[in-house]
């Protein structure tokens, strides 16, 4: 039987850590605070929104929202952006995408200020991804992964890691995130060759398939660590990964299951993301 890698016991740490340095801003006089533009009204935009103010207000971080119609122009939605960047009291900032198809979501991504690029909007943020530089902050997903591997004690270092998916949200980040851990990491996506053969040779495996229950007992081996990103509903309407956990689990070493495990982490490193860029500007 796997061990399960539960989300929870990262969450409550990394809160712990992150209400310490809401207390050291606060004692300044500086209330950290997140602020989220959203353009109409996605479900999925609106349930996560309701969690990360939640968490905010667990953690003792405030938020301030810009809600904008579907039918927004560009131009307005520039206006906010620039608000947001001269406003000295908005520490980080989470704006919901896909943006609607009349927008140009790469020019309205890349007026964000990268200091306050709270989950990896902008193209300097990405780059600081990939230069190993202090510019914005990483992808909120693929940092949760790195929490759980942290806080469970899995080193990295020197071992074999395969991440399926190369997308710029979660599989290219991942992959670079890995090698700052110094491990070995290959990447695999719709066309590569014989997938299975290639991830049952990783010691580590991250999952960011986009496809429920993709991945099954023929792509994995016994030992391995598995971190399955994905969120989908199955035909019962539940919630499940990429990973097709009753065929895995019984196999790997350790497991996160969904739900309960990288998006339970996800929300607590948004909110300290916006915590850190408080600190980066008020606490060198």
């Known amino acids: 039987m796997a061990k ?35 353009v109409g009204e996605r479900p999925d935009d609106l349930s996560y929104e309701r969690g990360a103010t939640k968490r905010c207000e667990t953690l003792g971080v405030e938020y301030k929202k810009y809600l904008l119609p579907e039918d927004v122009s560009q131009e307005e939605l520039l206006k906010v952006i620039d608000e947001v960047n001269k406003d ?11 943006l609607p198809k009349h927008i140009n979501q790469s020019v309205v991504e890349n007026a964000l200020s990268a200091e306050k690029d709270v989950d990896c909007q902008t193209d300097a943020s990405l780059g600081g991804v ?35 998916g190369r997308s710029l949200v979660v599989g290219k980040p991942a992959a670079m995130m890995l090698i700052k851990k110094n491990a070995t990491v290959t ?23 986009g496809r429920a229950g993709v991945v099954g007992k023929e792509y994995v081996s016994p030992g391995q660590i598995v971190i399955d990103v994905g969120i989908n509903v199955n035909e019962e309407g539940k919630l499940c990964g990429d990973v097709a956990y009753a065929e895995v689990e019984p196999i790997v070493d350790a497991i996160t299951p969904v739900p309960g495990g990288v998006g339970s982490v996800t929300t607590s490193v948004l909110v300290g993301h916006v915590v850190e860029a408080a600190m980066r500007k008020y606490m060198k």
Not at 4 to 25: F, H, P, S, Y
Not at 142 to 155: R, V
Request: hydrophobic letters at 40%; one cysteine or more.
């Open 130 to 164: 990939f230069t190993g530089k202090q510019i914005g902050f990483p992808p909120c997903t693929p940092q949760a992964c790195m929490e759980i591997l942290d806080h469970y004690g899995i080193d990295c270092t020197g071992k074999k890691a395969v991440v399926i």
């Open 187 to 209: 990447v695999c996506h719709t066309r590569t060759k014989d997938m299975p053969a290639v991830t049952r040779e990783a010691e580590i495996l991250i999952v960011a398939a």
């Open 88 to 98: 000295d009291n908005i520490h980080g900032v989470l704006m919901f995408r896909p």
């Open 4 to 38: 399960q890698l539960l989300g929870k016991e990262v969450t409550a740490a990394l809160n712990e850590r992150i209400k310490a340095d809401v207390a050291a801003l606060k004692e300044k006089g500086i209330n950290p605070t997140l602020g989220i533009i959203r």
